[in-house]
């Protein structure tokens, strides 16, 4: 490269202080003198010829430029970071992500046992609200994720497919009494959404050929499927909810099925890690255990659409 690079110790010293907009706490949490952060910060600024903080006598605040590179810079110290964790010693510890709602009907449970039973690997679990499941191994504090997609995670990440995501209509078995439902009358039912896109009733409705005939502007919103399956549990109306995670209520008779069709989205829940994970034994530890956990199907009479 032809162009000189700033030393990583300026860069890192300057990050700190505009964190905290203070030289003497930067200092602090660097262990270094409050000298040598202000010489580190002058390096920089002669560097790059302009100002990185306004200075009002013993008080400092960034300047644009300034603020500028503290937002870059941190989002690099971040990677760094994850990147250094990778390679720490503690490679019998997984970090996992994951959906809440996955987390509290499945996911808990599972690796509780896991965790008992693989002495030589343990998890630690982060339980993440997502509207849209995602993760960035190079930015996040995680080894691997548990995601609801189709399976294309990136060229960099491996994948493993655990269950398919079945949607179906659910309502508490009193709701509306005990009259039979049909898909022309729908529109008379109180509509439950877990998604505020409404995206769930839209895929089901799409299945079954009639989503221009229902009105999908109406009805509670929810944030997540947990929640619209809670709703439902309460008699508030029917929500739409993966027939995988409610299998448990549906047997037991806390939930009733209205419409007997199950519609596959394309979607499932993927095991998913970095290719270039260094801890690639505990991860294929961790996968052939949660093939083995996976939820099944409620033993009842339902159609099953792809």
């Not at 937002?71 to 959906?99: Q, T, Y």
Request: net charge neutral.
């Amino acid at each position: 490269m032809t162009e000189r690079i700033p030393a990583l110790y300026s860069l890192r010293a300057f990050e700190v202080a505009a964190r905290f907009c203070s030289f003497s706490k930067a200092a602090s949490e660097l262990s270094v003198t409050q000298s040598a952060v202000s010489h580190h910060v002058k390096a920089l600024e002669e560097l790059f010829g302009c100002s990185l903080f306004e200075r009002h006598g013993p008080k400092i605040t960034l300047t644009d430029r300034g603020r500028l590179l503290a937002e870059e810079l941190k989002v690099g110290f971040k990677i760094i970071e994850s990147a250094c964790e990778l390679l720490k010693v503690d490679r019998h510890r997984l970090r996992l992500k994951a959906p809440s709602t996955l987390t509290i009907r499945w996911l808990l449970r599972a690796l509780d046992k896991f965790n008992r039973v693989e002495g030589n690997c343990s998890v630690q679990l982060s339980s993440v609200w997502m509207d849209v499941d995602e993760v960035d191994f190079y930015s996040e504090p995680y080894d691997c994720a548990i995601l609801l997609g189709d399976g294309n995670f990136g060229a960099d990440v491996e994948s493993f497919k655990l269950f398919d995501e079945w949607l179906i209509p659910i309502c508490s078995p009193g709701y509306k009494g005990a009259a039979d439902f049909k898909l022309s009358s729908l529109n008379k039912y109180e509509l439950l959404h877990p998604s505020t896109d409404r995206r769930d009733w839209r895929r089901w409705l799409k299945k079954m050929g009639c989503l221009d005939t229902i009105n999908l502007e109406r009805g509670q919103l929810f944030d997540t499927l947990d929640q619209g399956i809670a709703a439902a549990l309460q008699g508030m109306g029917i929500s739409v909810a993966d027939l995988v995670l409610v299998a448990q209520e549906v047997e037991l008779g806390q939930l009733r099925l209205p419409f007997k069709s199950a519609v596959a989205t394309g979607d499932g829940y993927y095991m998913t890690w970095l290719k270039a994970c260094p801890k690639a034994k505990q991860m294929t530890q961790l996968r052939k255990y949660l093939s083995t956990q996976v939820p099944s199907l409620p033993a009842t009479d339902v159609d099953y659409l792809r």
